[in-house]
C-alpha cells in the first residue's frame, strides 16, 4: 500500500480557489504529522504549510498566510490544503508529505524530518 496518496490541483485564474487533499496510510504507521511544500519551476523546493496530528496545531510560510488553511481529518487519516486568492507566484508542483517518526519540537519545516512523500500534483495559476 502506497504511504501517501494526493489528490487535487490543476489550472485556475489569479484569484480563484483550490483544495488539495493528502491520504496516509493507516495499517503500518502512526501520523504525527502531514505537510505541504511546492516547487516552482528552477526554484527549490519549499514549505508551504503543516499540521500537528495530534494537537492540530499549524503552521504556515509568511507567503500563505491568510490565504492558505491546512486541515485534518483523523477519521480518514487525510490532511487538505484549502488554498483561496491565488497568485500567478503559487504556480508549482505541489508535494504532500507525512510524518510518521516522533520528533519534539517545531521540526514541522524541516523537509528531512518527513518520511513519505506524495507523486506530487501541478497547480497553475494564470494571471
Known amino acids: 500500500q502506497v504511504p501517501v496518496v494526493q489528490s487535487g490541483g490543476g489550472l485556475v485564474q489569479a484569484g480563484d480557489s483550490l483544495r488539495l487533499s493528502c491520504a496516509a496510510s493507516?495499517?503500518?504507521?502512526?501520523?504525527?504529522?502531514m505537510g505541504w511544500f511546492r516547487q516552482a519551476p528552477g526554484k527549490e523546493r519549499e514549505f508551504v504549510a503543516a499540521?500537528?496530528?495530534?494537537?492540530?496545531?499549524?503552521y504556515y510560510a509568511d507567503s500563505v498566510k491568510g490565504r492558505f488553511t491546512i486541515s485534518r481529518d483523523n477519521a480518514k487519516n487525510t490532511a487538505y490544503l484549502q488554498m483561496n486568492t491565488l497568485k500567478p507566484e503559487d504556480t508549482a508542483v505541489y508535494y504532500c508529505?507525512?510524518?510518521?517518526?516522533?520528533?519534539?519540537?517545531?521540526?514541522?519545516?524541516?523537509?528531512?524530518?518527513?518520511?513519505?512523500w506524495g507523486q506530487g500534483t501541478q497547480v497553475t495559476v494564470s494571471s
Open positions: 508529505a507525512a510524518v510518521f517518526t516522533y520528533y519534539s519540537g517545531d521540526y514541522y519545516y524541516q523537509e528531512d524530518k518527513y518520511d513519505y
Open positions: 493507516r495499517r503500518t504507521f502512526t501520523t504525527y504529522a
Open positions: 499540521i500537528s496530528w495530534s494537537s492540530g496545531n499549524t
